[in-house]
């Protein structure tokens, strides 16, 4: 099956902090893209970019080959693909949706055998390499669903990512992106914990990142994570909430496998502490936060 043509018309819906950094991406890559988006504002910017905007999602649909989503879990894309003036009731047999969403791997499995009925393929297509990723286009993308689909897609991908690997069958994408949620979790939980050691015992906690950094436990959250905890600048970035909304998928992926998970149960338990204390809205290493109040230190 041959890859899409750049003139292939693309939808995107969900327009949030990585959405609308993906759509633009796609208008920069020459494709004619329609957007639609819940709130208007973002919309808005990407019209002004070359975008075009659909009032509906079946709208964006009916004048779309390949549909793409981006938005915030399971029931907003059920909604967005089957409800009132959704993507299915418009949608031309031989399209295919792109989800770009992190959902729970069992729902997609079943929005993607029913799209299938009408035609329709689709792919799951989670997305880790958060907002600087989606702005560089240096995204990895995990991807579920049938070879040849992948293939004809690849120009869109290419728009928006630099790592493609196909996992499998539909819903496998999703549930390796639970699997990048955990170790993505467990290690700031752990960067965290040590972090907060080094301040208790009075030992400079940017010179213990720094030596970290030089050895086998540098990673992403050690260079990233861990220097907006200690600077202290947690706006979002990949806010708490989302986070735990993505270990409750992957506690549930456990659970549904029969899988022995007790970092899944505990990164979940530690999130929802963090939402709780009212820092849903901040980053994801605001966890550190939490670790110093439960440790008696005082910012």
């Known amino acids: 099956m041959s890859e899409i043509a750049g003139t292939t018309s693309i939808g995107f819906i969900g327009l949030g902090v990585m959405g609308k950094s993906m759509a633009r991406n796609l208008i920069k890559a020459g494709f004619p893209v329609v957007l639609h988006n819940r709130s208007r504002a973002a ?70 055998a029913r799209l299938k009925q009408a035609g329709v393929a689709m792919l799951d297509s989670p997305v880790s ?42 819903g496998a994408g999703q549930l390796c992106k639970s699997c990048n949620q955990l170790v993505m979790a467990g290690t700031v939980m752990a960067v965290c914990e040590a972090l907060t050691l080094a301040k208790k015992a009075g030992v400079d906690p940017y010179k213990v990142r720094d030596a970290l950094l030089g050895g086998s436990a540098q990673s992403f959250v050690m260079q990233n994570h861990a220097k907006r905890f200690l600077d202290g600048t947690l706006a979002p970035g990949f ?5 735990l909304k993505d270990l409750r998928l992957a506690t549930a992926a456990t659970k549904d496998t029969g899988s022995f998970a007790p970092v899944a149960a505990l990164t979940q338990q530690l999130f929802t502490a963090l939402c709780n204390t009212g820092r849903d809205g901040m980053d994801s290493a605001a966890l550190g936060l939490l670790y110093e109040e439960l440790s008696g230190i005082k910012r």
């Open 43 to 112: 919309v808005d910017e990407l019209v002004g970019e070359g975008g075009v905007a659909a009032p509906s999602p079946a709208d964006l649909a009916a004048r779309a080959e390949i549909i793409c989503l981006c938005v915030p879990d399971t029931p907003d894309v059920e909604a967005v693909l089957f409800g009132a003036n959704g993507v299915a009731s418009a949608i031309k047999a031989g399209s295919v949706v792109i989800d770009f969403s992190t959902i729970s791997a069992q729902a997609t499995a079943d929005f993607a």
């Open 129 to 170: 390499g958060g907002p600087g990723g989606a702005r560089d286009a240096t995204l990895s993308c995990m991807i579920g669903g049938e070879a040849e689909t992948l293939a004809r897609c690849m120009p869109v991908f290419k728009a928006v990512g630099k790592t493609f690997t196909h996992i499998g069958a539909s």
């Open 239 to 243: 806010r708490g909430a989302l986070l």
